[in-house]
């Protein structure tokens, strides 16, 4: 899938190639009418409506940032680079959390 | 010496707001030596009869299926009550929310289906000082003690997963999956998938907040964050 296009350089590049991935002890459940994204150890909760679900979900299914902002773009969520620069933000968010799984490679 | 809570009479106030059920309570309670000294219809008022006519006990009938508004009016209640016995009268279908009712100051309770049976001698108990609870719910008064795998399995199904689904999830067998969550039933009192969701989902129950916990949107900036995002995708 194709970048957007003013986010296809330098650092941003390397950010829109990124695969973004959940802990592996945190699930995500799409419900009738919000998203829950749980903590299994603790048993915290956190809720999302559909539409900041669906961004979350497809930020951590898709092969890269770049490609989730692309998904959604296609189902109605506005232009490419805008929604690549809220993943972004949300990525930022989601790692200051401590919600990330580390990516591959990182710490070498 | 027999106490006069065993055989002697005792006084109540009686707070109900159906006549139907006052009617039964009053029989049960009359037949055995326990007088209706007073009758309100709210609860809020029961505390100021209590004073007037020097009742060993009030009989709160609750119609009321959420336990918040319940446990806070008997909290209330408590507070002004003394040591006066304080005996609940709850709906046959709200078969939870005994140990709510307990913290909230209750020291009996009976289900309406029971009272003809149970009432008199559960208030005759109460005003001896002791707390009496239905059998069917004694599970409730104790805490059980979950293992953290059965924690997990009871959040994979409140999330909906099925068994084969959770023991993916947690890198187990779906036999073993089975006896996490047959242990946790059993020491839930619960005898499915639905009241067990039920019963960890209920906001009245402190055991369900012990396995989940929802922050609140203050709390979290992801949660505050979405609503923000969707406005383009609406």
């Known amino acids: ?108 | 010496m027999p106490s006069r809570f065993s055989n002697g009479t005792l006084k109540a106030v009686l707070a109900c707001a159906d006549d139907d059920l006052r009617r039964r309570v009053e029989d049960a309670l009359v037949g055995e030596r326990i007088t209706v000294s007073a009758h309100v219809a709210a609860t809020d008022r029961a505390a100021a009869a209590l004073e007037s006519s020097g009742a060993d006990a009030i009989v709160v009938v609750s119609e009321q299926r959420t336990h918040t508004d319940r446990d806070s009016q008997l909290a209330r209640l408590r507070t002004s009550a003394g040591d006066a016995a304080i005996v609940l009268v709850a709906p046959a279908d709200t078969r939870r929310g005994v140990r709510s009712a307990v913290e909230a100051g209750v020291d009996g309770l009976v289900f309406q289906d029971d009272v003809e049976e149970r009432l008199a001698p559960t208030v005759r108990a109460a005003c001896a000082g002791q707390v009496v609870v239905p059998r069917s719910n004694r599970h409730e008064l104790g805490r059980p003690s979950l293992s953290s795998r059965e924690k997990q399995a009871l959040r994979l199904i409140v999330m909906g997963f099925s068994n084969k689904e959770i023991a993916a999830k947690l890198y187990l067998a779906e036999s073993t999956v089975k006896c996490h969550l047959s242990s946790a039933f059993a020491k839930l009192g619960v005898h499915s998938r639905n009241e067990a969701v039920d019963l960890i989902l209920d906001q009245g129950e402190e055991l369900g907040l012990g396995i989940l916990k929802m922050t609140r949107r203050t709390e979290s900036p992801l949660e505050s964050w979405a609503p923000q995002r969707a406005q383009r995708a609406r």
């Open chain 1, 1 to 108: 899938m194709r970048e957007p296009q003013s986010l296809d350089r330098g650092a941003n590049a390397e950010v829109l190639g990124r695969t973004v991935r959940l802990r592996d002890d945190l699930v995500l459940r799409s419900l009738v009418s919000e998203t829950v994204l749980m903590d299994l150890d603790t048993g915290e909760c956190y809720r999302l409506d559909p539409a900041g679900g669906r961004m979350l979900e497809a930020l951590v299914t898709s092969p890269s940032l770049g490609a989730a902002a692309g998904t959604l773009s296609e189902q109605g969520f506005g232009d490419r680079d805008e929604v690549a620069t809220d993943l972004v933000a949300l990525r930022e968010m989601l790692a200051e959390m401590g919600f990330l799984a580390p990516e591959i490679g990182e710490g070498r």
